[in-house]
Structure formats: C-alpha cells, structure tokens
C-alpha cells in the first residue's frame, strides 16, 4: 500500500503563490496515478489535478488551467502542486491522492485508492 503525507499550505492573499508536496512511501513497482483534489467546508469533494508517475501525462480542472501545476519528482517520490494566481475561491483543504494504473477517469474520487490527510490553503481577498 502506498502512505501519503501533504504539506506547504497556508494563508496567502489573492494573487499570491504556494507550492503544495505529497510525499509518498511504501509503492510498488506498478505504475500509479497521482492527484490532488479539494474541498470546502459544506462543498463536494473535487478534482483538481492529476499526473501520471511513469510519463508524466497531466489533467487539469478547466478552472485552474493556467494557474495550477502539477508535477512530479520520481527520485523523491514526491508530487507538487504549484499554486499561482490564487483566488478566494481556491479555498479548501488540498489533499493529495493515488491509484495504481493510469487511463481509468482521473476526475472521479472514487478510482482512488490511497489518500493523505490533507493541507489547508486560504486565500484571503
């Protein structure tokens, strides 16, 4: 199985940056899917973005193109979402997410198996 751990949010004003990591421990040699998805207080739980661990294909939540990256670091087995351009409505607790194999539907919640137990971003106007 695979442990996740999300760190690097916090407060920032709107148009401010921050970059989020996962740290992942305990994979195989399968290749996964990694993601980062969000949710605020009485709101659904949503995709934000997604990569995959052997080539590096990303998806991306139409609202956040352009702002949003997701990356990743193999040696490190770490994922980053770097946050630009950051609205109030980025608000949410960011949590990092995986599943073994690729091409399944990046953007539902429910082809993850694995999850961290998520970091707090707040963008205030």
């Known amino acids: 199985q695979v442990q996740l751990v999300e760190s690097g949010g916090g407060l920032v004003q709107t148009g401010g940056s921050l970059r989020l990591s996962c740290a992942a421990s305990g994979r195989t040699s399968s290749d996964y899917t990694m993601g980062w998805f969000r949710q605020a207080p009485g709101k659904d739980r949503e995709f934000v973005a997604a990569?995959?661990?052997?080539?590096?294909?990303?998806y991306y939540r139409d609202a956040v193109k352009g702002r949003f990256t997701i990356s990743r670091d193999n040696a490190k087995n770490t994922v980053y979402l770097q946050l630009n351009s950051l609205k109030p409505e980025d608000t949410a607790v960011y949590l990092c997410?995986?599943?073994?194999?690729?091409?399944?539907?990046?953007?539902?919640?429910?082809?993850?198996?694995?999850w961290g137990q998520g970091t707090q971003v707040t963008v205030s106007s």
């Open positions: 990569i995959t661990w052997s080539l590096g294909w990303t």
């Open positions: 997410a995986a599943y073994e194999g690729t091409g399944r539907a990046v953007q539902s919640p429910y082809q993850y198996e694995y």
